[in-house]
């Protein structure tokens, strides 16, 4: 799917060499095609890399997306220039007068704090409120996932004893659900979390289903019974090197961390790793834009 984009965001080139398919707004004007379009509400603190992560998977079948990137508003980031805030994202208030056929909440490294401690917590609720009537499916990944399950159906989050650090085996609980069609039996999802959800809490919420888990029971994907809410706990997004990356920061910090599980070759953080979830992840994004926004939105959907 060619990603319509700025011509200048700085991901363009890095898709460009690695033969993704991405379509500047210039040319996107010349094509007599309604784009399908997706929101991405970027937490992560690293937005530039978080950027190029989704655009590769958003960019692979035939179709046109127009991205919108929204920072938010009540939170000042340390990591990402303010230049490149102004000139690529829209404020938050900005999507309250469109809809989306699609949208991306994704994670953000504030798991261990309280939801209504995050300076940006209300502005964030006021977003999925409107996503719930404006959009017609979001994708919530990770702390976004748990912040969607807790907004919308109020299930908490519950710390773990220690880090869920690794590329996680899982497998699926249904039979047919066309997020997972193509799948493996059991499928490699990178995770990187301090709170889990219980799945006792999700069972107990009939507009909700489980999907698919690890084999320890950990819930790794679930959504509601309209397809309009999918909930991602891993991260299918994370390029090869992330899970290293983090691991060497805690590291070098004096930072409690154990080896990512299934993740360095032979268990060897000195051996670089080898990236066994691509195709699951290229997979997941395709089945979402396919079977749960492009073929199910309506064509006037988006019109103003």
């Known amino acids: 799917m060619p990603i319509r984009i700025q011509s200048d965001l700085p991901a363009r080139s890095i898709l460009e060499n690695e033969n993704i398919f991405v379509m500047t707004e210039n040319r996107a004007a010349t094509q007599d095609i309604r784009p399908l379009k997706i929101a991405i ?3 992560m603190p690293t937005k530039e890399t978080t950027e190029t992560q989704l655009l590769r998977l958003l960019g692979n079948t035939p179709l046109q997306i127009d991205i919108s990137l ?8 340390s990591h990402t220039a303010r230049e490149h805030l102004d000139r690529f994202y829209i404020p938050s208030s900005e999507i309250f007068h469109h809809k989306y056929d699609g949208m991306i909440i994704t994670g953000a490294p504030v798991e261990q704090m309280p939801f209504e401690h995050v300076d940006y917590w209300k502005e964030l609720c006021k977003i999925m409120d409107y996503a719930r009537q404006n959009v017609f499916s979001t994708l919530y ?3 976004g996932a748990q912040a969607g399950l807790y907004h919308n159906y109020g299930i ?3 710390p773990l004893d220690k880090k869920l650090f690794g590329v996680l085996a899982n497998h699926k609980v249904v039979k047919n659900e066309p997020l997972l069609r193509g799948f493996d039996d059991l499928f490699p999802v990178p995770t990187s979390r301090h709170t889990t959800v219980a799945t006792e809490s999700i069972q107990k919420v009939k507009e909700l289903e489980i999907l698919a888990e690890t084999g320890s029971q950990e ?3 679930c959504k509601s019974n309209d397809n ?9 997004e994370y390029d090869t090197e992330t899970l290293s990356k983090e691991y060497w920061r805690d590291k070098n910090k004096n930072l409690p961390i154990d080896l990512p599980e299934n993740y360095f070759p032979e268990n060897n953080p000195e051996k670089a790793p080898v990236n066994r979830w691509r195709s699951t992840a290229h997979l997941f994004y395709s089945n979402w834009l396919n079977y ?8 006037d959907y988006t019109k103003e």
């Open 228 to 236: 309009r809410s999918i909930f991602m706990m891993g991260h299918l």
């Open 70 to 77: 929204v920072r938010m508003e009540n939170h000042e980031s």
């Open 156 to 158: 908490n989050k519950i």
């Open 141 to 143: 990944i990770c702390w």
């Open 41 to 43: 509400i970027n937490l």
């Open 292 to 299: 749960y926004v492009y073929q199910e939105t309506p064509f």
């Open 219 to 221: 819930v790794t994907l």
